[in-house]
């Protein structure tokens, strides 16, 4: 099977995931390994101290599929990968599960945050470093306006306690984060384009 023509994968409307030939199997194939993937990431995972959330790749993974698979086929794996985890497997960061956890709020954001950068990936936001910047931007922000508040809720820190704890100490793992999207997605079109 062939990757789609250069024209074709160059137009509007589409995300990555659409340059293999459509079908049942392929979005499946797609979704589970979407959540697969964020499982994987998940467990490049750093304590951090003073903080009930590690650092961990598995933000970054979520904002890829997201973006990768479209908003739909984004929110569906990242809700596999919440559910799942939720019911027992152990692929929350530092192979941990269940919905009990101070950092489940991130996860949920997470799932959130994948739906809106799979939606702006179809208008292009994924074609250039400057878009790539303000979906990955947008999409953190995201993670945190829910997963920041959660945290607080879940265990009794003032919201400005959560904010120290959950969102200041991973400011500049994410704008690392947010450069390697920057030059792996535009990459991959140009790629994709010669490739067609």
Do not use: C, E, N
């Not at 390994?33 to 499982?39: F, W, Y």
């Not at 208008?123 to 790539?132: E, K, M, P």
């Amino acid at each position: 099977m062939s990757i789609a023509a250069p024209a074709r994968s160059l137009r509007p409307g589409l995300v990555l995931a659409d340059l293999i030939p459509a079908s049942r199997a392929r979005d499946l194939a797609l979704v589970a390994g979407g959540a697969a993937l964020t499982g994987l990431a998940a467990q490049i995972s750093v304590p951090v101290p003073g903080s009930p959330v590690p650092v961990s790749g598995q933000t970054f993974a979520a904002l890829l599929v997201g973006t990768a698979l479209g908003a739909r086929r984004g929110f569906l794996a990242l809700a596999l990968y919440a559910v799942a985890g939720a019911a027992g497997v152990p692929w929350f960061a530092q192979a941990t599960s269940g919905y009990g956890m101070p950092s489940f709020g991130y996860i949920l954001g997470m799932l959130l945050a994948a739906t809106v950068v799979g939606g702006l990936a179809r208008r292009g936001a994924d074609r250039s470093v400057l878009r790539t910047a303000g979906a990955m931007a947008l999409g953190s922000v995201i993670v945190y306006a829910v997963g920041v508040p959660y945290l607080a809720l879940a265990t009794g820190m003032t919201l400005g306690q959560a904010v120290a704890a959950g969102l200041v100490p991973f400011l500049i793992g994410d704008a690392l984060k947010a450069a390697l999207a920057m030059g792996a997605l535009p990459a991959a079109w140009k790629l994709a384009g010669r490739r067609g």
